[in-house]
């Protein structure tokens, strides 16, 4: 036996067949076989605790989604136009946005606020809307309502600062589509082409978005069950 181990081998010896020497006898043969045996002076029976799972979103602010006092009908707003002086530069927009949500009209609407969010960590959408749905609020919003943010940033990051993101980040909503589907829609700025790009897809898209991209949700709580 190595000299440096006859201490701790005689003090081993000693407790092994002291009052607690079956606890000590079970937890070495766990330390020869590689399993976890103590946790902070504490003989360990069970499987170490899993570490609790990091939050994916921070809670930045509401944003304030003005009375709509006419009609809207996406396919009429949510249509590529990039000529100068036109009010919202739109480059692109996906048909699948349009066979989805072209013809789903929304009647004139009170003011409405949204809450946003950034993501501080690469996720899927279905795990970073999980969290505000537990958090009790409710996660759905409309065509009319990111389109108003447009209209406050019609050129992207020439226009005032406003509460999308325009460093080609995503800014993520959930709706419910003409035939009642769950969608994500996605709306960024691209500098290439100069113009905003609106993207649906599934909710359920398992793709991950970036840390620093945006997710907008309804502020009004979701209703308790009796």
């Known amino acids: 036996l190595p000299e440096s181990l006859r ?3 005689e003090d081993f010896t000693k407790k092994v067949n002291g009052t607690d020497g079956a606890e000590w006898e079970g937890a070495f043969k766990k ?3 590689k399993e976890p045996c103590w946790v902070n002076g504490e003989s360990k029976s069970a ?3 899993k570490p609790e799972p990091q939050p994916i979103l921070r809670f930045i602010d509401t944003i304030a989604i003005p009375a709509r006092r006419k009609q809207f009908v996406p396919k009429k707003s949510y249509v590529v136009n990039t000529n100068p002086g036109k009010h ?3 480059w692109y927009v996906d048909p699948d946005f349009t066979a989805w949500f072209g013809e789903k009209a929304e009647e004139p609407t009170a003011e409405v606020t949204l809450r946003r969010h950034v993501l501080v960590r690469s996720s ?3 795990p970073a809307m999980k969290e505000v749905e537990d958090a009790g609020f409710v996660t759905e919003t409309t065509p009319s309502q990111p389109f108003s943010m447009l209209e406050k940033q019609p050129d992207g990051p ?3 600062p406003g509460p999308l993101l ?3 980040y995503a800014n993520l909503f959930k709706m419910i589509d003409v035939n009642g589907v769950a969608r994500l829609v996605n709306a960024f700025w691209n500098d290439v082409s100069s113009g905003w790009h609106v993207f649906a897809n599934d909710a359920s898209l398992s793709g991950e978005w970036s840390g620093g991209s945006q997710l907008f949700s309804g502020d009004s709580r979701i209703p308790s069950v009796a």
Request: charged letters at 20%; glycine letters at 10%; proline letters at 5%.
């Open 88 to 90: 919202v530069k739109i």
């Open 7 to 9: 201490g701790p081998f």
């Open 31 to 33: 330390f020869l076989r």
């Open 124 to 126: 899927a959408f279905a």
């Open 158 to 160: 020439k226009s005032k």
């Open 47 to 49: 499987a170490l605790t």
């Open 166 to 168: 325009t460093n080609g």
